[in-house]
């Protein structure tokens, strides 16, 4: 008998068995800097009995679900939003007496992760299920609004101890065998006006409805396979303008619109039954005015470089890492271009700061026993150490490292940074953020998502954790781009005393409904949300004012802005409200109290918004003849990234290892994953597969694919999520860009040192160079210092953002060696390189 696929880890269903889910349709309606989307999932059971089908997905953790419901034979069933044990209660009943049911929730361990339960759908029957969500979105460094709709659900690594992620059982399959389609619309609002949409994917041509290009649409291209994310990058006319947008509450009449079963069947039962008399008071926020602010603060230009500060890079070397950066060719590994970034991060700080550097996967391991000063010699040791790394550590075990790290003191004067980056997911997300949460006090934590089907929840939650920052780098993003804007807010002092003072009519007060922010960085948004009380006159206007103070001074960004109350249709601002507060709520240092509990559901059945502790279900009872079950189950599979390999036609043998041994199936077997073997085109047979890191070399095992395993479908596939990978690499790493071998020889000090390689990357002889030093006094460094600064701006100005501190470095280093010459030097250097790079680059 060949080795069958184990009970749990990565599984993957046999190409034979058939796959219930035929298409998914999305609308997606975009206004300013919020989406409000319908995702409907198409259902049809090509079998002889009665199934019921699983769609493990991923959503972004801000995501505010707030309707489900399910169409059959031309009939719509609203779901009702009911308390998470009671909606499961619901949904087995009817199952067992044969009636249809529908539930969706979001998984225990991670907000990020949702299930949709489609149950007892009788043979050759179709059903529509739609979920409808809104959530804010981000604004990227270049002024995009960015939208993304993610496929990509990776195993969460499992720690030992631990229960098992649903991701772990969740099928797999390769990208290109996906066997359904996406569709997908989007409509662009902008009162500014649009200048272009683009997308990772192909899509219509952009498609204006007005003649002020204040509205757009466009779709996927047709057939489009949901075998990765979907971005798409809107740029308007004008973003970064602070705004306040005031949304009336759903009286009566509105809110016989709204579905009771959603907002409000359960509220009278939780009132009798769960919250105590101060809750009642508070009275339904959906009916209540909602405001949501947005500000962009600014900050006084910095006087000069700090030395201060204890920098901490803590890096995924999981198997994982050694997947491409994204799927074109000759893409970068990802532990490549994290390396790449890891130079140009030690590059980049101050002379007199501290930093260590760690490793992780299933174990951890530091480049130094403690932070040591930044220096030439430690910098050189690091670089050397950071070029020796490969993704060779196994699993993804981040709290271990991060325990380790706020457990040693930090350095007096030297306020710790934190810098996580990893492409993984973890299965006991919420207890790495209750670390950082518990060492907010502490240090600053900044967090960097790698590659498609990276957590949300857990990089957002880190970062918010620890008064940080968050960036995500798919498809073509440059991570040095985005690391490096980072570095500069670690760099930024600490914002202190925030505050919100309102000035609003008399009678009228505002309560808010999010915390203040904590942390403010310069061009970084900040929202807020509160409940605006009272009666509000015709032409009416407020203020408001964000406070704060940055060093010695006082700063004050204020927003005057009219009251008047426009009534909705569709109260998205609310449902905004209500999850950025059931968040915060269940973030919280007390989330597992009774009291915060109540006021979670509370809040969720109030706004008909999901929570962990809620979930919609829907009962079909006219069902024509009660169906015998059970049903037979049939878990959806969704993409896997990694896996894109084997459609390159590249055999790539993976041993997965996210689960302890202990959990191997009966018999000893390894957990391995399978795929059709319709990509196994050079005959695999034989392969040594480890089980490592967990186990030692002696634990490893032998497994053979014999030639009847191709009767079942079966080969092995890719586990993304902590794998080590044994075969031919896929993608071949370019050559060292010249920008990135220049980097790499500047001084921890900020100047070049004249020698033969930088003549070859600023492309001149030395005979040259020499002749036209303008004075052999000074140091040659002085000469070399301002060509390659010069070359920098001549040839790489794009990506000035990734050589800003560098440049910075090296004009405080020219200004106290050159004195006077700089100027001549500057001359000098722009008659040699044949370019005329303005002397004020130069402080001159």
């Not at 998984?107 to 043979?123: H, I, K, R, Y």
């Not at 602010?293 to 994982?320: C, H, K, M, Q, W």
């Not at 550097?357 to 391991?365: A, L, N, P």
């Not at 670690?490 to 409904?513: C, D, K, R, Y």
Request: charged share 25%.
């Amino acid at each position: 008998m060949p080795l069958l696929p184990p009970c749990c880890g990565l599984i993957v269903i046999g190409s034979k068995q058939p796959v219930p889910l035929k298409g998914i349709s999305v609308d997606v309606q975009v206004k300013g800097f919020v989406a409000d989307v319908a995702a409907t999932l198409k259902y049809k059971n090509e079998e002889e009995k009665a199934v019921e089908a699983v769609f493990v997905f991923p959503m972004d953790e801000d995501s505010a679900v707030y309707s489900f419901e399910a169409t059959v034979e031309g009939k719509t069933i609203v779901a009702d939003l009911q308390e998470k044990q009671q909606a499961h209660k619901t949904y087995d009943e009817a199952i067992k007496q044969g009636h249809q049911a529908f539930l969706l929730e979001e998984d225990e361990s991670s907000a990020d992760v949702f299930s949709c339960n489609v149950g007892n759908l009788p043979p050759g029957q179709e059903a529509e299920v739609t979920l409808k969500y809104v959530r804010e979105l981000p604004v990227e460094a270049d002024g995009a609004v960015r939208f993304v709709l993610p496929a990509v659900l990776n195993p969460r690594y499992t720690p030992k101890d631990q229960p098992i992620s649903v991701t772990a059982t969740r099928p797999q399959v390769p990208i290109g065998d996906i066997p359904y389609t996406l569709s997908l619309s989007a409509h662009f609002q902008s009162a500014y006006g649009i200048a272009k949409i683009v997308s990772n994917c192909e899509i219509s041509p952009v498609e204006y409805t007005n003649e002020d290009k204040t509205t757009a649409k466009v779709s996927l291209a047709e057939g489009h396979k949901f075998q990765r994310d979907v971005e798409l990058l809107a740029y308007y006319s004008e973003v970064n303008k602070p705004s306040v947008t005031v949304e009336a509450g759903l009286v009566s009449s509105n809110a016989a619109k709204e579905p009771k079963s959603v907002a409000y069947k359960f509220w009278t039962l939780v009132q009798q039954k769960f919250l105590s008399k101060s809750h009642i008071r508070r009275g339904p926020l959906i009916s209540e005015t909602v405001a949501m602010l947005n500000f962009y603060p600014s900050f006084p230009a910095a006087e000069g470089p700090t030395n201060r500060g204890e920098f901490i890079f803590v890096v995924d070397r999981s198997g994982s890492m050694e997947c491409p950066m994204n799927s074109q060719p000759n893409a970068p590994q990802r532990i490549q271009s994290a390396k790449e970034t890891l130079v140009l991060l030690l590059k980049s700080l101050p002379l007199g700061c501290y930093f260590n550097i760690f490793g992780f996967g299933s174990h951890f391991e530091s480049f130094f026993t403690e932070s040591k000063e930044y220096t030439q010699q430690s910098m050189e040791e690091a670089v050397k150490m950071v070029n020796a790394m490969n993704a060779n550590f196994g699993g993804t075990e981040i709290l271990r490292p991060l325990k380790k790290i706020y457990d040693t003191s930090g350095r007096p004067d030297h306020p710790r940074q934190l810098f996580l980056f990893t492409d993984g997911e973890v299965g006991n997300t919420k207890e790495v953020i209750d670390e950082v949460q518990k060492n907010s006090n502490n240090h600053r934590c900044f967090t960097f998502g790698i590659g498609e089907g990276a957590s949300t929840s857990l990089i957002k939650g880190m970062a918010r954790a620890g008064s940080g920052i968050f960036e995500f780098i798919t498809g073509k993003d440059r991570m040095q781009t985005k690391v490096l804007r980072a570095l500069k807010c670690s760099l930024q002092p600490t914002v202190n005393n925030v505050s919100l003072t309102w000035s609003l009519p008399s009678g009228v007060e505002a309560i808010l409904l999010s915390k203040v922010p904590t942390s403010i960085f310069q061009g970084q948004k900040s929202i807020v949300y509160a409940q605006v009380k009272g009666k509000v006159e015709t032409e009416a206007e407020g203020e408001v004012c964000l406070q704060y103070n940055f060093k010695d001074e006082l700063l004050k960004n204020t927003i005057r802005f009219p009251l008047k109350i426009e009534k909705v249709e569709r109260p998205t601002i609310h449902r905004l409200a209500a999850k950025s507060l059931i968040s915060e709520l269940e973030c919280g240092k007390d989330s597992r109290s009774e009291e915060v509990k109540k006021r979670i559901l509370e809040t969720s059945l109030q706004s008909g918004v999901i929570s962990s502790l809620t979930a919609f279900v829907a009962v079909n009872k006219d069902t024509k003849t009660p169906l015998e079950g059970p049903p037979v189950r049939r878990d959806i599979p969704a993409p896997n990234f990694a896996s894109f390999m084997h459609s390159q036609g590249q055999p790539v043998l993976m041993a997965c290892s996210s689960m302890p041994r202990k959990r191997m199936a009966a018999g000893g077997r390894s957990p391995v994953a399978y795929h059709s073997a319709s990509h196994m085109k050079s005959g695999v047979r034989k392969a040594e597969m480890s089980l490592a890191p967990r186990m030692s070399a002696k634990n490893s095992v032998t497994m053979s694919l014999q030639p009847d395993d191709e009767e079942y479908g079966l080969s092995p596939v890719v586990d993304q999520s902590d794998c080590l990978i044994y075969g031919k690499e896929t993608a071949a790493v370019e050559d060292t860009p010249s920008f990135v071998r220049l980097i790499s020889l500047q001084n921890a000090d900020g100047s070049w040192n004249l020698n033969p390689e930088i003549f070859s990357i600023l492309g001149i002889s030395q005979q040259d160079v020499s002749k036209k030093i303008p004075d052999q006094t000074k140091d040659p460094s002085v000469w070399a210092t301002v060509l390659a600064v010069i070359w920098l701006h001549a040839t790489c100005l794009d990506q000035r953002e990734e050589w800003e501190l560098l440049e910075g470095k090296a004009i405080s280093w020219l200004k106290a060696k050159a004195g006077s010459s700089l100027d001549q030097f500057v001359r000098a250097g722009n008659e040699l390189l044949k370019s005329s790079v303005d002397p004020k680059v130069f402080g001159l």
